[in-house]
């Protein structure tokens, strides 16, 4: 039977903001990583996932629930851990080998000791030769291998990944990917898991042994995967394509998340996708220029996106009525039709009432400024009614979309330099 080696139990992590709601992050999260296994984590842009990966790894203390290494529970740092950071995060200062050296910084060796360990994880790494660089003097794809050998240095039994791919062009992180998997599945490290964060259902997929997948607002798991593939996997077999268009199919499937808002905004509102009306719009165009059933995960790949950029579109195409999803692929509906085949004129009408009629938060914009003697608001007012569900940044955002596609769909205007939304003189007379 495998051993466990990093057990969830109930995690939860909520953030108390000043004069604000709590803003949950994740929610009653349970998750076993066992010996041997390569996991990756999934899920819409802001779902918590590298705040997961650093709860795992003992850098951000949960709210609730235990997390448990090798049978124990543990408080603060997990000793069994290794992390490779999206960003490098190396010191410019010093070398390539004084970088590596460094994730041995506590550990209780002889310095001729770390400098074999070093040494040798360089050389396992590809960064042979390199010793004496500094990182500068590197390109994105080494930089981002002294990030993994100063993890692998300390040898632990959990290698921890955020997004280790994404700060690199496509090239370097195939390459890198195919290194990383080499050094895995041959055994050449001393790991007994990988956890990677990832925003690429592809590269989860080539990868990982199981696909973790997390819900939004807040995060929960809502899907674990078994990948059962062999390695070295083809990216055009069927089997390959049919887990990817699986995985987009959870990832799409729209879930109802409602707030309550406070006295005449009291009616329950979803949170929207922070999608702007000109990528809607171009997007809903390609949909309906390609056919009927556009396979998302190939569509994707064409068009060169990555999860936290194409799924907020697609949510927001499903939204407003304008597409729907089924077993990863994407149809427009008659009204995306039209909406496609429309004058700009006639779509900003046609985007007015799907905005109407699928948007409660715009409703409650509109009655606000309705109310109005003088059909005026300022734009804080929202931010802080907003931000007591959402949080200040959250709340922002929410508000610059409203906006975008409120003046869009010449709901209203806003005036940017006084910071107010205001109902222009035709728009008031023709509501009354």
Not at 44 to 51: A, C, I
Request: with cysteine.
């Amino acid at each position: 039977m495998e051993k466990k080696l990093i057990e969830l139990q109930q995690i939860s992590k909520r953030y108390d903001l000043p004069s604000q709601s709590n803003v949950t992050i994740l929610e009653d999260v349970n998750l076993c990583i066992k010996e041997g296994e390569f996991v990756s984590i999934l899920g819409p842009s802001g779902s918590g996932k590298s705040t997961l990966l650093r709860i795992i790894a003992g850098l951000v203390s949960p709210s609730q629930g235990a997390i448990l290494y090798n049978g124990k529970s543990i408080v603060g740092t997990n000793p069994g851990v290794g992390m490779v950071f999206q960003s490098f995060a190396l010191f410019p200062w010093l070398t390539v080998l004084e970088n590596v050296k460094l994730g041995l910084e506590n550990r209780p060796l002889r310095e001729e000791e770390k400098l074999r360990r070093a040494l040798s994880v360089i050389d396992m790494v590809g960064l042979d030769g390199f010793e004496g660089a500094y990182p500068k003097e590197l390109s994105g794809g080494m930089r981002q291998r002294v990030g993994i050998g100063r993890a692998l240095v300390m040898e632990p039994d959990i290698l921890l990944m955020d997004e280790p791919f994404s700060a690199l062009d496509v090239l370097t992180a195939e390459n890198l990917k195919r290194d990383m998997l080499e050094l895995w599945t041959e055994k050449k490290i001393p790991t007994k898991s990988i956890i990677m964060v990832t925003h690429s259902i592809e590269e989860a997929v080539y990868m990982s042994d199981r696909a973790i997948v997390l819900s939004r607002d807040p995060a929960r798991v809502i899907s674990d995967i078994q990948i059962q593939m062999p390695h070295w996997r083809d990216k055009q077999e069927p089997q390959f394509t049919a887990l990817v268009d699986r995985i987009y199919s959870i990832l799409t499937k729209r879930e109802i998340k409602a707030v309550e808002l406070p006295g005449e905004l009291k009616k329950k509102i979803e949170k929207i996708p922070e999608v702007r009306t000109g990528a809607l719009t171009g997007f809903i165009e390609l949909i309906d220029d390609l056919g009927n059933q556009v396979d998302l995960y190939k569509l994707a790949d064409q068009l060169s996106l990555n999860l936290e950029d194409f799924l907020p579109i697609v949510e927001t195409a499903q939204l407003l009525g304008f597409a729907t999803i089924l077993q990863g692929d994407i149809d427009l509906t008659d009204k995306g039709h039209q909406f496609a085949e429309a004058s700009v004129l006639q779509r900003k009408e046609i985007f007015k009432d799907q905005v109407q009629l699928h948007v409660r938060i715009m409703e409650k914009i509109m009655w606000t400024l309705h109310s109005k003697s003088n059909n005026k608001m300022d734009r804080e007012f929202f931010v802080e009614i907003f931000e007591k569900h959402f949080g200040t940044e959250e709340a922002i955002h929410q508000l610059d979309t409203l906006i975008d596609w409120g003046r869009y769909a010449e709901l209203f205007a806003y005036d940017e330099k006084a910071k107010v939304l205001y109902l222009e003189h035709e728009i008031a007379e023709t509501a009354q």
